[in-house]
């Protein structure tokens, strides 16, 4: 009878260790990128449609070759490419955005066709976006993948314009909502000053609750909830939302708080509550996966500003309840042990892509390594319907506004990266693209020019956060800042609003000097009438005689 009970004790030991080891199996894979990897920064997302993964806000504007900023990634033999993807002619426009909150939206929780939803980021001009934008697949062929993006309406409690929060979409009593939560935004206009013009401060922490059926949106303040958190982890199931880590710039701090937001959708007026857990964990920049359908990998993250988080855990979701583990580690390489920063997305599946910075001896200095980390064993890396939705975001920003620490977002979607078989001539080739460093508002405009992104502050009273530029004329145009140009502000607003010609310091001689000048018209002089000529007498010659003897005489 021992030897039996130590028998089934080990056989149940390793039915409930060794099974569960099967998913902390991880294995690491460097993979290189052809003529793009400049594009893929931090504040990147990623989006799937049908097993394919997309790559959604580049860091500077889209160019011709790609106007949407929309691109498939193609990963085949350890290669990544990226392929331009094209947006139906009724989609609306979509500026390429950072660090803003996606997930994916169904008709109910386990419906198979799905839409994205985008809300808030940061444009290439460091502007913050409050507008929300619906995405979906039209129509894939193996050379073309046609996208239809929409922006909607809301009404009610807006949230302002923010990055770095989070949107999940819950399942109650037959109904569906969007809950955002988090973020950062810039400081509000009337506490703004000359030194912290640009800073950015925490959203107040109000759970959003939108309902994208009738267009409103209503705001929960809840007692639970005192600071502001942005990039943290968020976990979507049925109708809870699980909040983990997230930074607050307030306090500086990370924090270590587990917070269950559970929303009602009765016939009347939604309730939403909020419970502190135990058992959360302090961090932020966390990347998280879903490998099975109630388990779920927290990788990497930040400890604080200076220290990253190469431990790993496992998140098991069952019966209202949530169980955070640690797990086991992959073998990082010395270069991801040492590096300073680093930054990914998840690619579904339990895969994630990872991304470090690049020596300073590459060729592209904007360059990066990258990494594609599986979570799982490949027995179980099958073909199944992820339900459970999934938004991670990371404390951090980019390389110009923060500390190197802080420069990671991640977000993470229920798909698989598979190799997409295209035709290798529609690979993006960013070869072929015009410099962007030439473009922008922080060009050097003429040879006085002193605006710098590091030093600037607004001048003109319609500046916010970046310098009033006005387009000189001369030749096929070109782009100068009003302050260089020492123009007053009536005058800037007056040239804003009249439809005229408005040439730089340096071409505004040329321009008078190749100037036609005005065909005078002539006035029209009525011909003068010729004078009448005196009618003469003529004399006879014995007239003339007797006159000349009468005047001597």
Known sequence: MHVCSVLFSGFFYF???????????MSL??????????????????????GHVFFFGQKGWPKRSCPTGVFLLDIKQNELKMKPAVFSKDSCYLPPLRYPALCTLRSDARANEYQYIIHGGKTPNNELSDKIYFMSLVSKTSKKIVFQCIEKDLGGDIPEA??????????SRGKSMSVLFGGRMYTPLAQRTTEKWNSVVDCLPSVFLIDFEFGCCTSYILPEL??????????????????LGGHSLQNNTR????????????????SVTCTILPGGISVSSAIVTQVSDNEFVLVGGYHSDNQKRLACNTIVLE?????????????WTPDIKHCRMWFGCDMGKGSILLGIPGANKQIIPDANYFYILRCKGAEEDEEEELITQI?????????????PFEDSEEFCFSAEA??????????????????????????????????????????????????????????????????????????????????????????????????????????????????????TMKLSTSTKRSFLRRLFE
């Open 226 to 243: 005192q600071d502001g958190l942005s990039f943290h982890v968020s976990i979507a199931r049925d109708d809870t939302i699980y909040i």
């Open 29 to 50: 894979q460097m993979v290189s990128t052809v003529n793009n990897s400049s594009l893929l920064q931090p504040g990147f997302s990623l989006l799937n449609f049908d």
């Open 319 to 331: 019966d209202s309840k949530i169980e955070i583990v640690e797990s086991v580690s992959p073998e």
């Open 255 to 270: 924090s270590p708080n587990l917070y269950k937001l559970k929303i009602d959708l009765p016939l009347g007026s939604p």
């Open 162 to 171: 923010r990055y770095g929060h989070t949107i999940n979409v819950v399942h």
């Open 418 to 535: 598979n190799s997409f078989d295209a035709d290798d001539a529609d690979t993006y080739n960013e070869d072929d693209e015009e410099d962007e460093s030439e473009t922008g508002y922080w060009i050097t405009c003429c040879a006085s020019c002193n605006i710098d992104i590091n030093t600037w502050v607004p001048f003109y009273s319609t500046e916010l956060n970046k310098p009033a530029m006005i387009l000189c004329s001369s030749g096929a145009g070109h782009w100068v800042h009003a302050q260089c140009m020492d123009l007053s502000e009536t005058i800037l607003l007056r040239l804003s609003e009249a439809n005229v010609k408005y040439f730089c310091n340096k071409h505004m001689d040329l321009n008078k000097g190749l100037q036609t000048p005005q065909k005078v018209m002539c006035l029209k002089k009525p011909p003068m009438k010729p004078l009448r000529k005196k009618k």
């Open 15 to 25: 039915l409930s260790h060794g099974m569960a080891q099967s998913t902390d199996k």
């Open 391 to 403: 938004c991670s975001q990371t404390s951090s920003e980019d390389p110009g506004d923060s500390a």
